[in-house]
């Protein structure tokens, strides 16, 4: 089964600019089947979707997130990204990488990374 | 503010059964599957359900889930202190266009 694991910058300054990525193993974000998710939860509180990437490169954005967001996949290093511009304190939270596969009637995420938190503070 | 109203918290002794309620609308719940997660204390989600009613291989069968209407359920039977954990149903928003969670409910083994 897959296994997806976040790397990225723990500490971000005000107004400056959230990047993180998601490698992928146990199988390849090249091949179809499947969309890469990010999804965030601030400390305490629920989770948020975020956006997706769909194999073949089309994305799709939480429309609340969506002026200040990309997400972008390498193929050929099996990853997809997160870039999150113009941050604050209210971007501070765990962010998780997730998959979706397409077999199902619905959306849902079957595969998760462990989660990173990012903090915005100077 | 979330769209998808859930218990704060439930509780039951082991052994018990314990069912979560996921309350939304005709745009979320009404006309998209239900997926529900489990998440214990400072872990990563993990997928319970999907399509409303639907078991991934390896969640055993103690776990269900319905829907009628705008509400849906995730039951939990022979309840065991490993169960303690946040439960959130999730779907998609028709009107928001985005995924949207619930409020999340803590289960509490007594």
Redo the contacts between chains.
């Keep these: 089964h897959l296994q997806l694991q976040e790397s990225g910058s723990g500490l971000v300054k005000p107004s400056q600019t959230l990047s993180l990525t998601c490698g992928v193993s146990g199988g390849s974000s090249s091949t179809g089947g499947y969309s890469w998710n990010w999804i965030r939860q601030p400390p305490g509180k629920g989770l948020e979707w975020i956006g997706y990437i769909y194999h073949g490169g089309s994305t799709y954005y939480n429309p609340s997130l969506k002026s200040r967001l990309a997400i972008s996949i390498d193929r050929s290093k099996n990853q997809f990204s997160l870039t999150l511009r113009s941050v604050t304190a209210a971007d501070t939270a765990v962010y998780y990488c997730a998959s979706e596969p397409d077999y199902a009637s619905g959306t849902h995420f079957d595969y998760w990374g462990q989660g990173l938190l990012v903090t915005v503070s100077s | 503010q979330?769209l998808l109203t859930q218990p704060p918290s439930v509780s039951a002794a082991p052994g018990q059964k314990v069912t979560i309620s996921c309350s939304g609308s005709t745009s979320n719940t009404g006309n998209?599957?239900?997926?529900w997660?489990r998440q214990p204390p400072g872990?990563?989600?993990?997928?319970l359900i999907?399509?409303?009613n639907?078991r991934?291989s390896g969640i055993p069968d103690r776990f269900s889930g319905s829907k009628s209407g705008t509400s849906a359920t995730l039951g939990i039977t022979g309840l065991q202190s490993g169960d303690e954990a946040d439960y959130?149903c999730?779907?998609?928003d028709s009107s928001?266009?985005?995924?949207?969670?619930?409020?999340?409910t803590k289960v509490t083994v007594l």
């Design positions: 979330s998209n599957y239900v997926s997660y872990t990563a989600p993990k997928l999907y399509d409303n639907k991934p959130y999730g779907t998609w928001l266009n985005a995924y949207v969670f619930g409020t999340g």
